[in-house]
């Protein structure tokens, strides 16, 4: 029995020794080959391409307060006129009665002022003629803008709701935009807050136009923060002398932001976490890999920006094998 017992312990002793070779085994057959290159700061040119449509600079509702019979519309769609052109008449009624009380009124002025200077009348005759005229006079001017419709600025008639002889029943009458300066909101990443100010050039690209490039200027940053989407807005004007862009348009931007110091990295080494858009890279930690969660920045070719604060300067990084690489696992770094 004895010597049973001491068959069956050797025998364990054997398979434990066994089962603790094969674990080393195994922890050898881990070791992952990999390249990699020592990260230094590179010099960019710091450039954002955004995507937005065109405005134009003004659109004003060409409406009147004063309701009535449209007697002539001066304008057809496509139409361009200069500010203060005649774009509306309406009826004239209440501005002719109003001009013909309005010149009684003069008259009646000019006779109270010269028996109010001899005497003849008292202050208070004189001041309720005055109130009248004053009145009157206020509203032969109201009524002249509002049925004599002029232009308010230089642009192009975009849309026309009424016919002569129609009745203006508060719609707008017509709609104009300014066309020789066009306006276009661009959405930034709040990361570039530091660098972007009223003022800074750019340029607008349109596919109608492959090989032109036209110039445009921020006029307006927005002093807040978007929080759903971490962009702020700019209000870009772009100048139209030619008038070959138009309101509507879709067009790319591209702003320089200067030159500037940063880590680049292939865009292949950079992981991307299953089911998710978490990135991460793997550093060389005394021959071990160290995953390292990124967050990327511009594309440049086949490279691109990383940022985290284990990634500086003379940090090892792999490039090459880190498919395979777990957290921890040692590396046998093949560098020619």
Known sequence: MKKLFYVMAAAMVLVGCGQQTAQQTEQKEKVESVKTMVLQPRTIERVINVSTNLQGYQTVNIASTVQGKIEHIYVEVGDKKKEGDDLVLLDQTQYNTNSIVLANLEVEMARMTALLESGAVSQQSYDQLKASYDQTKESVEYLKTNTFVKAPFSGVISAKNYEDGEMNIGQPMLV?????????????????????????????????????????????????????????????????????????????????????????????????????????????????????????????????????????????????????????????????
Do not use: W
């Open 176 to 336: 104009m935009t300014q066309v020789d300066k066009l306006k276009a909101l661009v959405a930034v990443p709040e990361m570039y807050i530091p660098k972007v100010r009223e003022g800074l050039k750019l340029t607008i690209k349109s596919e109608i136009y492959p090989d032109r490039e036209f110039p445009a200027t921020i006029e307006v940053v927005y002093p807040t923060v978007d929080a759903a989407t971490h962009t702020f807005l700019c209000k870009v004007v772009i100048p139209n002398k030619e008038n070959l862009l138009r309101p509507g348009m879709y067009v790319t931007t591209t702003l320089g932001l200067g030159k500037a110091q940063s880590i680049v990295v292939p865009y292949q080494s950079v992981e991307k976490l299953i089911g998710a858009n978490d990135r991460y890279v793997f550093l060389n930690n005394n021959g071990r890999a160290q995953r390292v969660s990124v967050q990327l920045g511009d594309r440049f070719g086949e490279d691109v920006e990383i940022f985290a604060p284990e990634i500086k300067a003379g940090a090892e990084y792999v490039y090459l094998g880190q498919h395979r690489l777990v957290d921890g696992v040692k590396l046998d770094v093949k560098n020619d």
